[in-house]
């Protein structure tokens, strides 16, 4: 007998979902209020990172955002305004800036991201999906000598704790790493088993592996809510009418709090904006992914093209593209790179991030909706955490043992 689930979101979430329910015998519609993939999926920095364990919840967090708030080109920003929902999530993300609620976080964040990083290898080699994929790991560079040196804490515990060393190049030395970059910098921690691709061409990619398979995209397709029958989801209404289904999946990243109604749980997220500038690739282009903590930018050589981005901005759903914030990008990434940009300007963009205050995604039926399952919050880990989330996902609507611990992205948890 034929399973159909509905999914709500096309981005890498809601496709990996797709994916995973489709290699588990369900039949898959996919819907979007706009373009497949065209959202914080479409042109972020690439990185499929399992380097990424701590949440940006760590001690001294707070203090350094209240700095950033009498910066206006600060890389971190709020936006003032009449929002308590923003203001609440400000509040309990302060609250859990202190090394407990950020180990109890890194230790549910780990096992996504590895499984993750395990899943893009069988997926890239199985489907032989042409997304650019590369294992050249990624590189935090640093220009202060100082907090290069104070960066070792933070190496320490990701060797020991997570199993997840880096290793370290000092001064020149990262220069035989990373030739694109400039003499005089104080070095670099790489971090060898991080990867990255193009997320326009794994989306492009991913969906027509999934139709080929008999999945469903309906684009420009929104939604309006669930039909519920003897306390359960019978189908969504859509702009386009109501599609009938036995399961479904709610995985529309930033927009997700506004399509929870009546799910029985809170769904805390937050649109984090973040920016980017593509173009072509400089004449001397580095050939590692590279982030510069001290000016918060990040950098992504890919086969065809190249890309600067970060920024974290909480504006709302905000969709002006403001020129200062990607001015941030070029100014950051200046004082490390020998050639640090290329004409012409190919892509300027934007997405939300869907920031949730614990740094933890949600993972879980709906409390209220037992046919329904919740896919969000990913925060800035949405590809990195794509594939382990779709898999848990279809194991979790299957009844099958999950191959991970879904504990700590349970819904009620808020």
Same mark, same amino acid.
């Given at each position: ?240 009418? /109501?599609?009938? *289904? ?8 930033? =927009?997700? $709090?506004?399509?929870? +109604? #009546? %799910? ?74 020998? /050639?640090?940009? *290329? ?8 997405? =939300?991030? $869907?920031?949730?205050? +614990? #740094? %933890? ?54």
């Amino acid at each position: 007998m034929s399973r159909h689930v509905a999914i709500i979101g096309g981005g890498v979430v809601g496709t990996s979902c797709a994916y995973y329910l489709k290699q588990s015998g369900w039949d898959v519609t996919v819907i979007d209020r706009g373009t497949i993939g065209g959202g914080s999926s479409a042109a972020n920095c690439g990185y499929v990172c399992p380097s990424h364990v701590l949440p940006l919840t760590e001690p001294g967090a707070v203090a350094e955002g209240l700095a950033s708030l009498f910066h206006k080109n600060a890389a971190f920003r709020i936006k003032p305004r009449l929002d308590p929902a923003l203001w609440s999530w400000l509040y309990h993300f302060a609250r859990r800036c202190n090394e407990r609620d950020m180990l109890a976080a890194a230790h549910g964040i780990q096992p996504l991201l590895d499984s993750s990083r395990t899943l893009y290898d069988a997926l890239i080699r199985d489907e032989r999906l042409d997304c650019g994929w590369r294992e050249r790991g990624l590189l935090f560079v640093y220009k202060d000598r100082r907090k290069f040196e104070a960066y070792a804490a933070t190496d320490a515990r990701l060797a020991g704790e997570f199993h997840r060393p880096a290793v370290r190049y000092d001064g020149e030395a990262v220069l035989d790493l990373e030739p694109a970059l400039r003499p005089g910098l104080a070095g670099g921690w790489h971090y060898p088993d991080d990867a990255h691709l193009r997320p326009d061409a794994l989306m492009k990619a991913w969906r027509a592996n999934v139709e080929a398979s008999g999945g469903v995209f309906r684009e420009y397709c929104a939604f309006e809510g669930f039909v519920r029958r003897s306390g359960e989801a019978s189908a969504v209404r859509t702009n386009q009418g /109501e599609i009938a *289904a036995d399961a479904f999946v709610l995985a529309a990243g930033a =927009w997700s $709090p506004a399509l929870g +109604d #009546g %799910l029985g749980c809170n769904i805390p997220i937050q649109p984090g904006k973040g920016y980017s500038l593509t173009m072509p690739r400089p004449s001397i282009c580095p050939e590692v992914p590279m982030i510069f903590p001290e000016t918060h930018v990040a950098v992504t050589p890919f086969e065809d093209a190249y890309r600067l981005g970060s920024t974290m901005e909480f504006a709302g759903y905000d969709e002006s593209i403001a020129p200062e914030r990607l001015q941030i990008l070029r100014d950051g990434t200046a004082p490390f790179l020998c /050639e640090p940009e *290329a004409e012409p300007i190919l892509q300027t963009w934007f997405g =939300w991030r $869907p920031m949730t205050y +614990d #740094g %933890l995604p949600i993972i879980d039926r709906a409390p209220a909706i037992g046919n329904v399952m919740i896919a969000a919050g990913h925060n800035m880990l949405g590809l990195s955490m794509a594939t382990g989330t779709g898999k848990l996902v279809a194991e979790l609507l299957d009844g099958r043992p999950p191959h991970l611990d879904p504990q700590p992205y349970r819904a009620t948890r808020f």
